[in-house]
């Protein structure tokens, strides 16, 4: 399985992003897809989380402003970040785990860079 996020930039505060991560090669039924980001010097956080049950969590210092998506002919989750704010700059990168049975399978995609200026 691979993943290929892109999509980030550099924007102003107040402005928007849709970052998208394609995933290629064999993927499971029970998967969770979820973006993290990682800013310098701190430690890398969950921002988003979109399970094969439709189940969405999002991180509380992005609620009401990303939204998490699955576009499942396009094998592709995509990340809508809107009302961008300058502590959002980082790097963001997309995860899938996969189960099968007590087998678990963790991969990430390279990163997309994210940097909203003020």
């Known amino acids: 399985v691979q993943l290929q996020a892109s999509g980030g930039g550099l924007v102003q505060a107040g402005g928007s992003l849709r970052l998208s991560c394609v995933i290629s090669g064999r993927t499971f039924s029970s998967n969770v897809m979820a973006w993290y980001r990682q800013s310098p010097g701190k430690q890398r956080e969950s921002v988003a989380r979109l399970t094969s049950f439709g189940t969405i969590e999002y991180a509380d210092s992005v609620k009401g402003r990303f939204t998490i998506s699955g576009d499942g002919a396009k094998n592709t989750v995509y990340l809508q970040m809107n009302s961008l704010k300058p502590e959002d700059t980082a790097v963001y990168y997309c995860?899938?785990?996969?189960?099968?049975?007590?087998?678990?399978?963790?991969?990430w995609g390279q990163g997309t860079e994210v940097t909203v200026s003020s």
């Open positions: 995860n899938q785990v996969s189960w099968v049975g007590v087998l678990k399978y963790d991969y």
